[in-house]
């Protein structure tokens, strides 16, 4: 396309033009920025790489599982939960495939916290211990092919940076959906990526796995009944419910995802 003809490149020409020495300081400051990002994936080869698997783990967080006003009472029957999950992330490790964190961590005036909201105390917020991933996923963080996403509510599938990385994924074909707790974040964030995949004309096979979620017992919240329900929802919008690891080796073999 000739120069005179593009119109859109004119009209950027023209907002730079009507900036003011600030305006311009700064956005200078990001080409540049996006000049070093752009070499930095040249040189590790990122531009090239595409993924057909994203696995992710929702709420692992020291703030709902070891300490905080919200962690689970029962947290000692995560000690089969956790090793499960390791499972997944060693399988998708050694396939080279995406492995995301997605972390609640919240401002300080979330108004999650409001209590004329009737929600929840306050938990998780951002640079509290809290916030951070349980140790046995720590050493994960620094890893390549590694992304963490925060949330400031209930529903990480409302993560903006996040469905941006997904409409970028052209080749991803599944998604595998862990952590906690089974009928609050995790049923909120398998339905809601299950509509934005089916919003950007996607076909992915979604798999949540029972062995590598969990929630909690409380006045008014049976586990088992909770569970049951966020499985009957999720089943409705398309996600398949898988037993454990091994199952669900044997479903993508048989879907051809293998």
């Not at 905080?68 to 009472?73: D, R």
């Not at 916290?113 to 951002?126: E, I």
């Not at 140790?135 to 996403?149: G, H």
């Not at 949330?151 to 990385?165: A, E, F, H, V």
Request: glycine residues 4%.
């Amino acid at each position: 396309m000739k120069y005179n003809n593009n119109k859109q490149l004119r009209e950027y020409l023209r907002l730079i033009r009507r900036m003011n020495p600030k305006q311009k300081e700064a956005f200078e400051a990001i080409l540049e920025d996006v000049k070093k990002l752009k070499q930095e994936a040249h040189e590790k080869d990122i531009t090239k790489k595409q993924f057909t698997k994203a696995l992710f783990i929702v709420d692992m967080n020291n703030g709902f599982v070891n300490f905080g006003e919200m962690a689970n009472p029962d947290v000692d029957k995560y000690n089969d939960l956790v090793p499960e999950q390791l499972k997944l992330v060693e399988r998708f490790r050694r396939d080279e495939q995406l492995v995301n964190f997605i972390m609640e961590g919240h401002v300080e005036e979330a108004t999650e916290f409001l209590t004329n909201q009737g929600a929840y105390p306050t938990h998780c917020v951002l640079g509290t211990g809290e916030a951070q991933l349980i140790p046995q996923f720590k050493l994960e963080e620094e890893k390549e092919n590694t992304n963490i996403y925060y949330k400031n509510s209930i529903n990480g599938g409302l993560n903006l940076d996040l469905q941006i990385d997904l409409e970028n994924l052209k080749d991803l074909r599944e998604i595998v959906i862990s952590g906690v707790c089974t009928d609050l974040c995790v049923l909120d964030f398998a339905r809601t990526i299950a509509r934005f995949m089916d919003e950007i004309n996607h076909k992915v096979s979604i798999f949540v796995i029972e062995s590598t979620v969990s929630t909690f017992n409380a006045p008014g919240h049976n586990k088992e009944e909770e569970t049951e329900i966020a499985y009957h929802v999720m089943k409705a919008a398309g996600i398949e419910i898988i037993k454990d690891f091994q199952a669900l080796e044997e479903r993508e073999k048989a879907l051809g995802l293998k």
